[in-house]
């Protein structure tokens, strides 16, 4: 495709000493990764300045490079923009060309991962080819492929999406991080319909404020919804109503969730063995709903779920029937094994405050004997939230164990001291995450459960940073059953 016909598409100018005719090969942000006929997104970063590298990139043979306009740019053509990120990521959708018809998003601090695969469920339930994208991957009917980041980079996301529409697959729903909507890592597309979960303490280490925090997720409808589409939003969070004013402000076709839902109303939930029966109302006919999942924020993900079905198009009583079909989510409240007194072992990814909690919550119905819980905080990231963590855990457990989670750079036995200041006397400190998880299960009897919380679907253990980095293979929900073969 011609540059000229790139930037027109995408209202930038081409800037000077640039080839209009000149044909663009590809995208790239790495210059490591260009080759003639690139276009090469040159942005400032937390580690590395983008800007350092652009000679290199058109000595590679790049036709463009996006920058900010005080950026030096030589042989190529300069498209200037004061928000290059944003500017790069509308530039590359008009090349990442077809891309599935019908894409929702998803934001909030807990719940995106399980809410987009439910989501992919519901709509493959109906006959729509569909995948999910995030933390899993990028997930479709018969596989997965791992990102390693909940929001990929703009040429990673842009090119999955047109590799799936190739692949044939109509309908996405993916996770919008805060991160991602931060850096512009999901622009260019018509995403339908967008949901907002929750919010709670995360993520400090990198926006400022929570202030910050939730200004960045609402980007998802300030901006990336298009403005006829939807907002799907959970009533039932504190930070609810000033996300249903920002889908107001923008006009879009509001559809709120839970108890204080109006669009799909939450009338009674009752904990059953394997699941919960919800009493659901929605446009004036009441429902019952068998969900195969324990925990009230299960119910609520699948309940936004349903949302986004229902605002891309999809029909009521099918959609609310599929929910009794829905299978678990990788690392989401699943039941990894048995001991041999019979006490079930769950893993969740549970990582904040507020998600630890809810699982405790999930599972506090099913426990007959006590709830022994095994976590840890990771390294590098927001350090004020580990006391806050230590709390959540012991208010709601009979016995905790911290341990490590993902050290990074960061001494382990400091980060689980700062987690043990929230703690009461209930809770013991074994490093080792094997032998806190061993553990735990050794402890427990015929009515107790267990439940491992933090890492979820990781398949690794992150030590050290930089160049001294190391992933040493650490599968939670395998070490669960290896600790009760």
Partial sequence: MRLATLTAQAGLALGAG?????????FAIDHRKVAPGTVFGAFPGTRFNGEDFIAAAV????????ARPEAKVEGAAHIADSEPRRAFARLAAGFFTPVPATIVAVTGTNGKTSTVEMTRQLWRMAGHPAASIGTLGVTTADESVSTGLTTPDIVTFLSNMTGLAREGVTHVAYEASSHGLDQFRNEGLRVVAGAFTNLSRDHLDYHATMEDYFAAKMRLFDEVVASDGAAVIWADDAWSQRAVEHAGRRGLRLLTVGEQGTAVRLLSRTPTQLGQVLEIEHEGTRRKVTLPLIGAYQAANALVSAGLVLASG???SATFDALSRLQPV????????????????????AHTPDAIEA?????RPHVGGRLITVFGAGGDRDGGKRPEMGRSA????????????NPRGEDPAAIRAAVMTGCDAKAQEIGDRREAIGAAIAMAGRDDIVLVAGKGHEQGQIIGRG???RVLPFDDVQVA?????
């Fill in 481 to 485: 059953r290896e600790c009760t073969a």
């Fill in 18 to 26: 640039g080839d209009g005719e000149a044909n663009v090969t590809g």
């Fill in 59 to 66: 000595q590679a043979g790049a036709v463009a490079i996006v």
């Fill in 314 to 316: 999809g029909e009521a």
């Fill in 394 to 405: 012991c208010a709601g457990s009979d016995v905790v164990i911290v341990t490590d989670d």
């Fill in 359 to 363: 699982a405790i919550a999930a599972l």
């Fill in 330 to 349: 990788r690392g989401r409240l699943e039941r990894a094994a048995i001991n041999r007194a019979g006490a079930p072992v769950y893993v969740d990814y």
């Fill in 467 to 469: 160049d001294a980095v």
